[in-house]
């Protein structure tokens, strides 16, 4: 009885796996968060239309930001705030160390967004590093 239903199973998965679907084989691009560094994150801000995400408290917001963001507290409303924003528009997202925005980009691609940047070591890299000069 064994034999006969391992049997079955070798027939129906060949028989399965040999269907044509006209040659056409469909592969489905799924985005992923891309992680970059002050540098990047900066160039991309200053050549192309993007929204700067910034995800920090409203009170780390108000000590400094990258120039153009936009505040919205990871800790605060986030995904109720995100959910209706333009899908298919480019964001590029950061936080004081990089910790809440790959919580946030993360989110962000599992919800339909299709073009996320995070910034590597937040806005202390950026602050600290060539990009913020």
Not at 11 to 21: E, M, N, P, R, V
Not at 71 to 95: G, H, I
């Amino acid at each position: 009885m064994k034999a006969r239903t391992y049997l079955l199973f070798i027939i129906a998965a060949t028989i399965l796996s040999s269907c044509d679907s006209g040659g056409k084989k469909e592969t489905a691009i799924v985005p992923v968060v891309q992680h970059i560094t002050p540098v990047e994150f900066n160039a991309k801000r200053l050549m192309s239309p993007v929204v700067v995400l910034d995800v920090r408290t409203p009170e780390e917001f108000s000590e400094g930001y990258i120039p153009g963001a936009v505040n919205v507290d990871y800790n605060n409303n986030f995904e109720r705030t995100m959910a209706p924003m333009d899908k298919s528009q480019t964001y590029l997202v950061y936080c004081q160390v990089g910790g809440r925005s790959s919580k946030a980009t993360e989110w962000m691609i599992r919800n339909g967004f299709t073009s996320v940047y995070n910034m590597k070591g937040g806005f202390r890299a950026w602050t600290e590093g060539s990009a913020g000069q």
